[in-house]
């Protein structure tokens, strides 16, 4: 497995640079895949010779581009298989991939849905596609790949229990001056988690935030999220409760990485609310692993916690890792009026209790 995992290394970083991989799932032939976000025409010509490649896509993306209705067989949640056309050159299968053309480009298609020869392996590529923070669409079945990989050596390059805790010390912070710092990696994800552990045990279960990654909120003040208002409040919650513990976790934009989440931001821009930019974008709606969060306060030796948060599916996702939340603890910050939108879709559509 190590070295398969290693393999999973190589192939974020092939498909960062624009080269193709395949995935060999068991009881199919080897997909091979070009990251239509990062080729360019040319390598496009190489992988293709032949016209041969079909474009994937997740059903999300297919379904925004009303390709899903003329599938029967399509199903929410698999990817979707298009035909490349004569048509569908590098310029049109960019605009199949990203968003954030739509508006430019209205007119796509018409389309041809396919039978994916390899459907396990067309859904372990989206699934990497997030991990290497790409946009999920892939030209598939073409030539020249750098590096074979199987979906379960996927899954045990993500795999949350492979965490283990390499550091910690003393931490004083602003509004929790006893605190230590604990951090978390596994031998080859490259997020490495944080725990801040405020105060000292005290025989009940402690005060936890799960707070994902949020560079624009958590360092650049955005007021488009309520992020930055929400850490260093937890911080003063959790010190004020005696003790606990902050997670931060290394998953910038709900898991879908820092680009894509400018990308949601772009299409919030163009009038999307938050949860159909991840949509459109081709992601799940919220993309997180909570066993990260779990493997970490087992880490920690806290099985038994109150939780700060809004979000129903974040205790319900924690408590599916084996972690008891005895209690949900709501955590308001007051709304501005950039953020007012965004607190309200949590509100509506993903079940906040704001
Ligand atoms: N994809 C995407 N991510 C966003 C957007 N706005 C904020 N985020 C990310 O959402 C995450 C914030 O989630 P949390 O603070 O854990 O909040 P939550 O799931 O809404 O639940 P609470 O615990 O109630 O705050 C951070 O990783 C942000 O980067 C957006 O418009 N799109
Ligand atoms: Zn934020």
Redesign the pocket.
């Known amino acids: 497995m190590l070295s398969e995992t290693r393999d999973v290394a190589r192939a974020i970083d092939a498909l960062r640079r624009g080269w193709a991989i395949a995935i060999a799932a068991p009881g199919e032939t080897a997909l091979t895949l070009l990251p239509i976000e990062t080729a360019d025409a040319e390598r496009l010509a190489r992988f293709d010779p032949v016209g041969q490649a079909h474009i994937l896509l997740s059903f999300g993306r297919a379904e925004t581009l009303r390709i899903v209705n003329q599938r029967a067989a399509a199903e929410p949640d698999q990817p979707v298989s298009i035909r490349r056309e004569a048509w569908t050159d590098f310029a049109a299968a960019t605009a199949l991939a990203d968003p954030q053309l739509d508006l430019a480009t209205p007119m796509k298609g018409p389309f041809r849905g396919i039978d994916s020869p390899a459907p396990l392996a067309a859904a372990a590529a989206l699934r990497l596609a997030r991990v290497a923070g790409l946009l999920p669409a892939f030209f598939a079945g073409g030539t020249g790949a750098e590096v074979t990989i199987t979906p379960a050596a996927i899954d045990a390059h993500e795999d949350a229990n492979r965490l283990a805790i390499v550091a910690r010390a003393k931490l004083p912070v602003a509004g929790a001056e006893q605190s230590e710092i604990v951090a978390f990696r596994t031998p080859d994800a490259a997020g490495e988690h944080v725990a801040l552990v405020i105060g000292q045990p005290d025989g009940r279960p402690p005060l936890v935030?799960?707070?994902?990654?949020?560079?624009?909120?958590?360092v650049l003040g955005s007021l488009?999220?309520?992020?930055g208002p929400?850490?260093h409040a937890a911080i003063h919650a959790i010190s004020h409760a005696n003790w606990g513990i902050l997670l931060y976790?290394r998953?910038?934009?709900?898991?879908?990485g820092?680009v894509?989440?400018l990308r949601?931001?772009a299409l919030?821009d163009q009038g999307f609310?938050?949860v159909d930019?991840?949509t459109r974008?081709g992601?799940a709606?919220?993309?997180?692993d909570f066993g990260v969060a779990g493997r970490m306060l087992s880490l920690l030796g806290q099985r038994q916690i109150r939780?700060?948060?809004?979000?129903p599916?974040?205790v319900a996702g924690l408590e599916a890792t084996g972690i008891t939340v005895v209690e949900r603890v709501a955590?308001h910050l007051p709304p501005n009026p950039h953020n007012e939108r965004?607190l309200a879709?949590?509100r509506d559509r993903?079940g906040?209790?704001?």
């Open positions: 935030r799960l707070h994902s990654e949020c560079l624009t909120g958590d488009k999220c309520d992020c929400q850490l976790l998953q910038e934009g709900r898991g879908i820092l894509n989440k949601a931001y919030q609310d938050t930019a991840n974008l992601f709606i919220d993309a997180r939780l700060l948060t809004n979000n599916a974040k955590h965004y879709t949590k993903t906040h209790q704001l």
